[in-house]
């Protein structure tokens, strides 16, 4: 993957967020004090800013976009989220691309970070949910394109699941 490739799946994942921003902002009501949606616009734009400034390396893009959400407010949110972006920058390469092993090396150094900010487990109907899941599906695609298929089927089953 090079990198405007990779920008253009933060893009568009940034794009998915900012459109579901009013059910991200439902379902925390429910549980929460109901910003999260708010939040997650946030970081999405956030994203967006830093996917829109100059980057030679996958490596400058990942930091770039890592710094525009550490600095956001946002509550408990923004430290895992920024936790899990430094740490796939963190192990990026220092290239304009990326081969399938060091993309899944880059989702797994940023899914590591994020667990160990996070301390949620599977079955706590919290993002790891969802997440620990993709990055299992990440581990074992044999190409890019199944990369982020099965990942994000893999997201949205273990989504499904914290409504039992």
């Given at each position: ?18 459109e ?18 708010l ?126």
């Amino acid at each position: 993957m090079n990198i405007l490739e990779f920008k253009n799946r933060l893009s568009n994942a940034s794009g998915e967020i900012v459109e579901n921003e009013e059910i991200l902002t439902k379902i925390d009501s429910k549980f929460g004090d109901a910003d999260h949606g708010l939040t997650m616009h946030k970081v999405a734009s956030a994203i967006t800013d830093a996917v829109n400034e100059p980057a030679a390396t996958i490596k400058e893009l990942l930091n770039h976009v890592a710094e525009k959400v550490s600095v956001l407010n946002g509550g408990s949110a923004i430290p895992l989220w920024s936790s899990l972006l430094q740490g796939m920058a963190d192990v990026a390469s220092e290239s304009e691309e990326a081969d399938l092993e060091q993309l899944k090396e880059i989702f797994r150094n940023g899914f590591e970070e994020f667990d160990f900010m996070s301390g949620a487990s599977i079955g706590d109907k919290t993002i790891m949910d969802s997440l620990k899941p993709a990055i299992d599906a990440i581990e074992k695609a044999d190409n890019e394109d199944e990369m982020f298929l099965k990942a994000a089927e893999a997201a949205l089953n273990g989504a499904e699941k914290t409504k039992e």
